[in-house]
């Protein structure tokens, strides 16, 4: 770009002050990149719904169990195609502070039903293989180090309270980069056997996730799996499984809200900070742009060059700051085990880049505007 | 003692030239009071969310206010108790009598579903079933509209909290409970702890309700005085027909939200020393703009005697008085957006909604306007630390 | 670099021409009913005291500023009727301006300070650049090209800022007090190769002074005072 010389000028005119001011913006885009995957990390879930899938659950309450044998009555039910079920284990792997959710579920079904979870079929055979055996999801199994072959022991205070050991046969990947990889599973039958023990619950699982013939009928079929199990003992609540994890993260809190408002007082502030900066940069220079303007330069020209170093000065701390934000973000979940999905989506990465646009523009057009305006003649008196 | 009075007058009068100078540097120093301000509000603002919810947890328990539950359990809805162990419990020795009997309450936790009045979409709401002694055995119970429940009866009373925050939870509402729809008969206060959140009936009604037989998931009892604790305890533990889990009710509470509030309270950290760090670049900014500024008259006031020192100190006092005037905005500003905003959010141990009210308490106020003086220190200093350095007669020259 | 017109034709016609400034409630009458010809390779310095209007009536010519009442014609353009971004185009072609205190932009080398005019032409890099050099070995200062204004001294400063003026060749020089700001010694070397562009080159050169020592090496010379031409002297 011909005019380069004259903007890079201009920002090495005060060193310290460009630096300090591209060092806010870069703080200030860093902290937009990880409230985006703080975000993500609190509601993200329901984007990934399945659109095909439905949520079968207890209408009273989700801690309410159903019974084992509602699956076939739902498969009988037309427009669905497939029906799984997983209960809340709540178990403890040694603190409670590991915490990740663990599920008996009948293998070929789940896995059928939730092809986002790839496992090899070498693995696949092993857990058919094995009772005691289970899967885990590549983020838990780093998490801990626990390699193909270990011996997991989990206390659950809901069921036998005592230890249960499964057999690691597997490590499941995600389909996706979002796709929650932290949960554990095992055998349904072995479960259902161990807990006789107990004295209840047997033959009665947490929920149930049904897969659509056609996405289209989606509410129809909630409806009418709801209707068939109107007057049972067990009556049920079926939704999408995207609004069920909706209504989960309303629950939450309006995460949206709140990081919003967090965000837009943090680029207030930073458009004040910048814009002073740019202002005073502007001022300090009516002379030059009075000269410019005396040798031809036109108002459009010099506009332009005034945006295209706020921009400039934008953009680069901008740029910097959303990529320290990835690579810190990318070392994973700050709070220990809370946040399973904890990433930076594209969505926001390319949302943050225009905001550096956006921030450049806003703080440049004001000074410029005002550098503009002034005849060349007082402009040049005040060189 | 003449020199350090010389020199006092010195620092005052260079402060006063700058402060005098202010409404020529209008803009620039506006920019730097909103920047603290803003900084100072949104950390204040972030970290009353913790503070609010804390405040609800750790809230309504005096020390002689005692719950047990089913050992290993790590909140009332995994734990478990028979009739048999409730009587043995509320026996047992140090536990508070009236009249009636001890002061302890059996009760039992079920989740149900009710739609928030915000959203529209489902939420999990806490409902317990408690005895006659559950209103002693809590701190500042209050019924402030309708009338307590009639015992026996399918009547619910609601917490404060769940009223405002669920449909179809005022007086003369219903809850839908299973198949039938019970009655809302009134709403009680709890001095802002988590019973707020609830809604309450017989013990009694909702184990029938739910076909929990006669069996019970806790009982909270009150004690003689908080020194009966370790009796109390000790005689349970030793008990071998039990196996319980006793706690002061204030460390339940603590226990049950610790993970969030050790969620909120990471965030809220990590948010506000990167906005902490922004703000000393921009305070930085501004102060380094504002010497250059000034350098004329900086080296002008050194050429005619004021001392190197006093020049430092003086900007550095400018610098704080500005970060001192943001910080008071800011965080008058986080006290009226955000003293006793209410919200809900998920209680992570038990899965169900707890409300609460974000709280800008003295201390956060404190920790703001502290933030905003480290900010305006570090701003001011290494600026003046340069307008002080620079070669005097270099300076007078510079337009 | 020679201008082709034939001499007796006006390169600039100033034709009864007012300036008045507004300050505040006041009318500041600066310049009243002036006409002027300046033919093509003339040197022309414009002298009176201050307040005189001789800097208005030199932004008037470079379309700087237009007159409240009256015509200015320059290279037979009416200049007084274009629009403001018309006139930035008009100046970048036809004006080469040198000032007082030079005006060169800090944050630039020398050679980038006379490549400035440039860049608002479609000449590409190697094309400019070897205008640049020409511009700079006409003034002498090749060997300071890379240098920044504030390592050079006022003469220096100067003879950049004409190198400036005159890298697009344009159809007028406009100089306003070019050795105000400097000592006699380099005053001289100015006012020689101004002399030099009019005389060798046949550069129409229009400046501004108060100093007759200056004046002198003008081949005309017009008197301002209080916003009118008073007298004349043609050497």
Not at chain 2, 58 to 70: G, H, K
Not at chain 2, 367 to 387: E, F, H, N, S
């Amino acid at each position: 770009m011909r005019f380069f010389h004259l903007i890079w000028g201009n920002l090495k005119r005060r060193k310290l002050r460009t630096a300090l001011t591209l060092l806010s913006i870069l703080v200030a885009f860093v902290l937009f990149g990880f409230l985006c995957a703080i975000k993500q990390g609190l509601v993200g879930g329901v984007t990934l719904a399945g659109a095909d899938r439905l949520i079968v659950r207890h209408k009273v309450s989700i801690i309410q169990l159903l019974p084992e044998a509602y699956q076939a009555r739902m498969e009988r039910v037309p427009g669905v195609a497939a029906a799984a079920h997983q209960t809340w284990f709540g178990g403890i792997y040694q603190d409670p502070k590991n915490f990740f959710m663990q599920c008996p579920v009948v293998p070929e079904q789940f896995m059928a039903m939730f092809p986002e979870f790839r496992l090899p079929p070498e693995q696949m055979k092993a857990w058919r293989a094995t009772r005691t055996g289970a899967i885990v999801g590549r983020k838990t199994a780093d998490r801990f180090g626990w390699k193909i072959g270990a011996k997991v022991p989990i206390m659950s205070p809901i069921w036998l309270r005592k230890p249960w050991v499964f057999d690691l046969v597997g490590i499941f990947e995600g389909r996706d980069k979002d796709t929650d990889t932290t949960s554990l599973f095992f055998r349904y039958d072995y479960f259902d056997e161990s807990r006789k023990a107990q004295n209840w619950g047997q033959g009665l699982v947490g929920w149930y996730t049904i897969r659509v013939k056609d996405p289209a009928q989606a509410a129809e079929v909630a409806r009418a799996v709801d209707q068939e199990f109107e007057n049972s003992p067990a009556e049920t609540k079926t939704e999408p499984e995207g609004a069920f994890i909706q209504a989960w993260a309303n629950q939450i809190g309006n995460i949206g809200l709140i990081v919003a408002s967090i965000l837009g007082a943090v680029f207030f502030t930073i458009l004040l900070v910048t814009g002073s900066t740019m202002s005073q940069a502007v001022r300090e220079r009516i002379g030059e742009l009075g000269v410019l303007k005396a040798i031809g330069f036109t108002n459009g020209q010099v506009l332009g060059l005034v945006l295209a170093e706020s921009c400039l000065l934008t953009i680069s701390g901008g740029g910097l700051g959303l990529g320290l934000a990835a690579l810190a973000i990318a070392r994973g979940d700050p709070t220990g085990g809370l946040l399973p999905l904890f990433h930076l989506p594209t969505a926001d990465l390319l949302l943050g880049a225009g905001l550096c646009v956006a921030l450049g523009v806003l703080t440049g057009l004001f000074p410029a505007l005002q550098a503009t305006r002034l005849r060349v003649v007082d402009a040049l008196r005040r060189m | 003692m003449n020199a350090l009075l010389n020199w006092f007058s010195q620092i005052g009068s260079i402060t006063k030239f700058g402060l005098m100078s202010i409404p020529q540097r209008r803009a620039a120093v506006t920019a730097t009071i909103f920047g603290i301000a803003g900084v100072v509000a949104v950390l204040v603002g972030v970290l009353s969310i913790a503070a609010g919810f804390r405040r609800v947890m750790v809230n309504s328990s005096s020390a002689d206010a005692a719950i047990v539950l089913r050992a290993g359990s790590d909140s009332e809805m995994v734990s478990g108790f028979g009739r048999y162990q409730t009587r043995l419990i509320a026996d047992a020795p140090g536990v508070a009598r009236n009249a009636a009997g001890p002061l302890a309450s059996a009760e039992l936790f079920v989740i149900i579903n009710l739609p928030k009045r915000s959203t529209g979409t489902d939420a999990n709401v806490p409902m317990r079933g408690v005895e006659g002694a559950a209103v002693s055995v809590r701190d500042n119970l209050k019924i402030t509209e309708g009338r307590m429940f009639e015992w026996g009866k399918n009547e619910v009373i609601v917490g404060a909290g769940a009223a405002r925050e669920f449909s179809g939870l005022e007086v003369g509402g219903r809850v839908q409970v299973g198949r039938a729809a019970w009655p809302v008969v009134g709403i009680f206060t709890a001095n802002g702890g988590v019973a707020e959140s609830e809604v309450w009936t017989d013990a009694k009604v909702l184990q029938a309700a739910y076909n929990r037989g006669d069996s019970f998931q806790s009982v909270y009892a009150r004690l003689e005085s908080a020194a009966a604790f370790s009796k109390f305890k000790d005689a349970l533990t030793a008990n071998p027909q039990l196996s319980v889990k006793v706690l002061r009710q204030s460390e339940h509470y603590a226990e049950q939200s610790e993970m969030l509030t050790r969620l909120i309270t990471t965030l809220g950290f990590l948010i506000a020393f990167l906005m902490a760090i922004g703000a000393v670049f921009g305070a930085l900014n501004t102060m380094y703009s504002a010497v250059a500024a000034r350098t004329r008259e900086i080296a002008t006031l050194r050429a005619l005697g004021f001392g190197s020192g006093a020049v430092v100190i003086a900007l550095m006092i400018e610098s704080l008085l500005l970060a001192l005037v943001g910080g008071g905005a800011g965080a008058g500003l986080a006290y009226a957006a955000f003293d006793n905003f209410r919200a809900a959010t998920m209680n992570w141990q038990s899965f169900s909604q707890v409300t609460f009210a974000f709280a800008v308490t003295p201390q956060l106020l404190v920790q703001g306007v502290i933030w905003a003086t480290v900010i305006g220190l570090l701003g001011g200093l290494l600026p003046a630390i340069r307008a002080a350095r620079q070669p005097i007669a270099a300076a007078l020259r510079e337009l | 670099m020679s201008d082709q017109t034939p001499k007796n034709d006006a390169l600039v016609r100033v034709d009864g021409v007012e300036k008045i400034f507004h300050r505040g409630s006041e009318d500041i009458h600066v310049l009243s009913n002036l006409t002027l010809k300046v033919p093509a390779g003339e040197f022309l310095a414009l002298m009176g005291p201050s307040g005189s209007g001789k800097s208005t009536l030199l932004n008037l010519i470079g379309g700087l500023d237009r007159p409240t009442q009256g015509t200015v014609e320059v290279a037979g353009d009416r200049i007084d009727r274009l629009s403001d971004h018309a006139l930035a185009a008009w100046r970048a072609r036809h004006i080469g301006f040198v000032f007082q205190l030079y005006n060169l932009i800090p944050v630039l080398t020398a050679e980038r300070n006379v490549e400035l005019p440039l860049l608002l032409t479609s000449l590409t890099k190697a094309q400019r650049r070897k205008h640049v050099e020409t511009a700079l070995a006409m003034v002498g200062l090749s060997q300071r090209a890379a240098h920044f204004p504030r390592t050079l001294s006022g003469g220096e400063q100067q003879r950049v800022g004409i190198a400036r003026a005159i890298v697009t060749d344009p159809t007028l020089l406009l100089c306003d007090e070019p050795t105000g700001d400097l000592d006699r010694k380099a005053g001289d070397e100015i006012l020689n190769l101004l002399q030099a562009l009019n005389r060798e080159h046949g550069k129409t050169i229009i400046m501004v002074t108060h100093d007759p020592h200056a004046s002198a090496r003008a081949a005309r010379t017009v008197h301002l005072t209080k916003g009118q031409l008073t007298s004349e002297a043609v050497k």
